[in-house]
């Protein structure tokens, strides 16, 4: 097991542990806190697997994924706060 | 004589072992603090933080090439995205009314808004008007 398995090993658990947290999450807010955690976390997967790879596709999936999860991160949280989405 | 190359993947790996502990200590005070602010508070920042090291670890590795520049792009996307939307998740928790944990001692939001007409407030924001 080099290192860069071991750093994806971690990542997979970190994810494990917001999964957690949304499966628990007393409330909806808890569930779009680890939704939100998630995002950035798969950027971080993407982060590894670029130099795992060598490849500079993941780094492009990375920048995409962080601006997508940020507005789904806004979309949930205006559906808590009870205002539509075209305000 | 020292050999740069392996040096530098040694210094990215440092970097990307300290992202990841950043990672995993902020998902653990995800599990474990006791309400939804709190939650937000460690994670948010503690998944910041490991992520740009992870980032920056795609820099070291890499140079400031092509993919190196894409590395820093993101960092700097995370680093505007992210405390926008904690920020954002936190006011509409506090909005639709999750509670504080009972040990908390003090909600100068909500101080905030009793100040200024707590239930004006609320209606404006049904209406969906900005305060």
């Not at chain 1, 490849?55 to 559906?79: E, I, N, Q, T």
């Not at chain 2, 503690?46 to 820093?72: D, E, I, Y």
């Not at chain 2, 939001?109 to 049904?126: F, L, S």
Request: charged share 15%; proline share 3%.
């Amino acid at each position: 097991m080099n290192a860069l398995e071991l750093l994806m090993a971690g990542l997979c658990l970190a994810s494990s542990l917001c999964l957690w947290r949304a499966w628990l999450g007393p409330t909806a807010a808890d569930r779009a806190v680890a939704v939100d955690l998630l995002g950035i976390l798969m950027v971080g997967f993407c982060a590894v697997l670029t130099v795992q790879t060598g490849r500079d596709l993941y780094m492009v999936v990375g920048l995409a994924w962080s601006l997508v999860a940020f507005v789904g991160s806004l979309a949930l949280a205006k559906h808590l706060e009870g205002r539509r989405f075209d305000d | 004589m020292i050999d740069f190359a392996e040096t530098r993947d040694l210094a990215a790996y440092v970097l990307m072992a300290f992202g990841l502990a950043f990672d995993l200590v902020g998902c653990i005070g995800l599990v474990r603090l006791p309400d939804v602010y709190n939650r937000l508070q460690a994670g948010t920042k503690c998944v910041t933080l490991g992520t740009f090291l992870l980032l920056l670890g795609v820099v070291v590795r890499f140079g400031l090439g092509a993919m190196g520049w894409k590395a820093l792009l993101c960092v700097w996307f995370v680093a505007m995205t992210s405390p926008t939307a904690a920020h954002a998740i936190a006011r509409a928790a506090h909005r639709s009314g999750v509670p504080l944990a009972p040990v908390s001692v003090l909600d100068r939001y909500r101080e905030d808004g009793d100040a200024r007409g707590g239930a004006e407030e609320h209606d404006a924001v049904h209406q969906g008007a900005m305060p």
